[in-house]
């Protein structure tokens, strides 16, 4: 009987050994590591996003005023650039590069083994890894090249329809969107199964369907907005001018 029993012990290591693995928690540093990257994809990176899309970039369905308001109002915050620094910069860092870290250790094994959750793993990875891409791509030529738009937040409009417009930028940005909304609405389900919050296959698997539902809804408020840079009449991007009633009038500071 003792032989029986360990001769089929290996057939569990081996049939795990390939499997994608669990959420574990690991010891140490790398207990703490994986909780802080945990955290960090809900707050404050997942606010941020959150912030963004349903906020920020929805004001531009109201039009080139609407927009301008909110990037003043975002650019004028006390301390805005330590805010940017600790609040968004530095923790996007962090949980991309440990993410990549953990992506690289991991064993991903979708076409051996083609179940829901490896594919939804696998999505995980690469929707993270276009997303930091995007959204390092989008800060440089939003924040840092070009017209500084805290300085001229009416040209702000201008600045992102001038990409949006161009047909190879509309696409990276309808991925980036795509991606960043769906790495933050699975992150989320990943979150609450990892922390306990939502414990039970039945619980767990409706809350799954309330993430996929709410990637829906980011994605959807998302595109209206890229819409409505593309539609709109073509706003300029210069310095201090405002297009008003189609006529280009100098901004007044």
């Known amino acids: 009987m003792a032989s029986a029993a360990s001769s089929t012990a290996p057939r569990v290591s081996q049939g795990t050994k390939h499997g994608v693995a669990p959420l574990r928690a690991g010891q140490g540093t790398s207990f703490f ?11 404050p990176v997942g606010a941020f996003l959150l912030e963004h899309i349903l906020v920020s970039n929805a004001t531009a369905i ?12 975002l650019g004028n915050l006390p301390l805005v650039f330590f805010l940017e ?7 996007i860092a962090f949980h991309a590069l440990y993410g990549f870290y953990i992506w ?31 959204i390092v791509w989008h800060t440089w030529t939003m924040r840092f090249s070009g017209i500084d738009l805290h300085a001229y937040p009416s040209a702000s409009f201008g600045k992102v ?11 990276f940005y309808v991925a980036g969107l795509i991606a960043a909304s769906w790495h933050f ?6 979150f609450c199964a990892k922390w306990g919050i939502v414990s039970g296959e039945k619980a ?5 369907v309330a993430c996929l539902v709410f990637f829906f809804l980011l994605t959807g408020v998302g595109l209206a907005s890229l819409a409505t840079f ?19 009038v100098t901004e007044s500071r």
């Open 161 to 171: 329809q001038s990409e949006v417009l161009q047909p190879a930028l509309f696409l």
């Open 204 to 208: 767990r698997k409706r809350f799954l």
């Open 62 to 73: 109201s039009g080139p005023d609407s927009y301008a308001r909110q990037v003043s109002f």
């Open 185 to 190: 609405a699975y992150g989320i389900w990943l």
């Open 85 to 91: 620094l600790f609040g968004i910069w530095l923790p």
């Open 104 to 134: 690289y250790r991991g064993e991903g094994n979708t076409i051996s083994y083609p179940w829901t959750g490896n594919w939804m793993y696998t999505a995980q990875r690469w929707t993270g890894a276009i997303a930091f891409i995007y």
């Open 33 to 43: 590591l994986r909780r802080l990257h945990s955290l960090s994809g809900i707050v």
């Open 230 to 248: 593309r539609k709109y009449p073509r706003q300029t991007n210069e310095p201090g001018v405002v297009v008003t009633n189609g006529r280009q």
